[in-house]
């Protein structure tokens, strides 16, 4: 989405993958008479900070996952290994020790 005529803040925002209604929605309040945008300007900034926040959380929640499921993956190749290992050495030992 590129309009020469947008100001440095909206271009930020549709850089920043905000929905593209709320875009549109900061696009008409900044085309308001400024008795009006004066009143509506906080208000969506305040929607859009509160957007970009969410976002922001939702993608270290998604790499936290990503985390999660690499260390598991780990874990799981340990535990297998570990019980090889001792299945090993259980049949080197002849079975006597038992758990």
């Known amino acids: 989405m590129s309009h020469a005529n947008q100001p440095i803040d909206e271009q930020a ?13 900061a696009i008409m309040i900044a085309k308001l008479p400024s008795e009006h945008r004066d009143v509506l300007e906080p208000a969506v900034n305040k929607v859009i900070e509160n957007s970009r926040r969410r976002r922001r959380i939702y993608t270290l929640v998604q790499e936290a996952l990503s985390q999660l499921r690499l260390d598991m993956k780990y ?22 020790d038992e758990e």
Do not use: C, I, N, W
Not at 81 to 91: L, S, V
């Open 13 to 25: 925002a549709a850089q920043e993958e905000l929905p593209k209604d709320l875009v549109e929605l």
């Open 75 to 96: 874990l799981m190749f340990d535990l297998e290994a570990t019980r090889r290992e001792r299945d090993h050495y259980k049949a080197e030992s002849g079975g006597h």
